[in-house]
């Protein structure tokens, strides 16, 4: 595709559930991103990834987020045991080669709600 | 964490008005880039500004960056319906593989 594309757009998840959203980056694009936005706020950074290497994951708020790319491609983070405090957007980037200095290209985000 | 913080945290205005909106931020940088998001979108980069560079153009946009005080303002002329959206400031974090965003602007342009 011509851009970043995540799935589903939108998850309603009753609290307790584990939930999986996927984030299928631009082709060739070696460096992804994880952000969450809650209502009103500026993304917060979640994890960064080079190729399959998970190179900062300071971001996730619990151990009950994980995120994974295995073939340096495709990307998916998993909520485990959703809580209502997870209810955000959340929004996955990708860059040709992220050096800081070149743009980051973001998909529409899917917007999580646990019940 | 925030990196930058933007002024004013809502705007609006007249369709035709120049908008300005303000960034500020707290560590050396070596960009600033501005990105805008419209509602229940992503976001989309508008700009980058080096830290060498203290203006820039790109259409109706106009960014301009001052290092020593440590901020960023980006101007929109001749505004339309179509540029309501809320407009973020980011910078990448020296020696972390992060782009850091700021709160953002809501700006709403009135027909």
């Known amino acids: 595709g011509a851009g970043v594309s995540q799935s589903p757009r939108y998850k309603v998840a009753k609290r307790g559930q584990d939930v999986a959203l996927r984030c299928d980056p631009i082709?060739?694009?070696?460096?992804l991103f994880w952000y969450q936005q809650a209502l009103g706020q500026g993304p917060e950074f979640l994890t960064y990834?080079?190729?399959?290497?998970?190179?900062?994951k300071s971001g996730l708020p619990s151990d009950r987020f994980f995120a994974e790319r295995p073939e340096g491609s495709v990307s998916t983070l998993k909520i485990q045991r959703t809580q209502q405090e997870d209810s955000a957007v959340y929004l996955c980037?990708?860059?040709?080669?992220?050096?800081?200095?070149?743009?980051?290209?973001f998909g529409q985000g899917t917007r999580l709600t646990v019940v | 964490s925030q990196q930058g913080e933007e002024d004013p945290q809502a705007l609006s205005i007249q369709e035709g008005e120049n908008a300005t909106m303000n960034c500020s931020y707290k560590?050396?940088?070596?960009?600033l880039q501005w990105y805008r998001q419209n509602s229940g979108r992503g976001l989309v980069h508008l700009i980058l500004?080096?830290?060498?560079?203290r203006e820039k153009h790109s259409g109706r946009l106009r960014v301009t960056l001052d290092t020593s005080k440590k901020s960023s303002s980006l101007l929109i002329t001749a505004s339309r319906a179509a540029d309501t959206a809320s407009y973020f400031c980011a910078s990448p974090t020296q020696g972390a593989q992060k782009l850091v965003f700021g709160q953002g602007t809501r700006l709403t342009i009135n027909p």
């Open positions: 560590t050396s940088i070596n960009n």
């Open positions: 980037a990708s860059s040709l080669r992220w050096t800081g200095g070149t743009e980051a290209f």
């Open positions: 082709s060739g694009h070696v460096s």
């Open positions: 990834f080079q190729n399959e290497a998970q190179l900062d």
């Open positions: 500004i080096r830290s060498n560079e």
